[in-house]
Nanobody
Framework: EVRLMESGGGLVQPGGSLRLSCAASGFSVSQWYMSWVRQPPGKGLEWISG????????TYLDSVKGRFTISRDNAKNTVILQLNSLKTEDTAMYYC??????RGQGTQVIVSA
């Protein structure tokens, strides 16, 4: 069974950091394009970052470029999103997503003073 389980969210002050993890089972993250998407309160889903197979080429939404870093740990079958210099507008439910659109249950990130 394919499963994606996100963790690491929480409440953080502006300027703070969080490390989100996506533990996968039922498939190998190394063989799929993996991404992170988020859904701010009252808004739609927004793609924020992706990592390709093979060369691990990464891409980012402009508003998170330089602050967020996506990576993949093939040994742990996990995809990581490091969030630095967080802003209030980063408040959202964050989801790990496989290339075919399958997502986990999400992890909540709240950035507030």
């Amino acid at each position: 069974e394919v499963r994606l389980m996100e963790s690491g969210g929480g409440l953080v002050q502006p300027g703070g950091s969080l490390r989100l993890s996506c533990a996968a089972s039922g498939f190998s993250v190394s063989q799929w394009y993996m991404s992170w998407v988020r859904q701010p309160p009252g808004k739609g889903l927004e793609w924020i970052s992706g990592i390709d197979t093979g060369d691990d080429y990464t891409t980012y939404l402009d508003s998170v470029k330089g602050r967020f870093t996506i990576s993949r740990d093939n040994a742990k079958n996990t995809v990581i999103l490091q969030l630095n210099s967080l802003k209030t507008e980063d408040t959202a439910m964050y989801y790990c997503q496989r290339g075919d659109g399958r997502r986990g249950q999400g992890t909540q990130v709240i950035v507030s003073a």
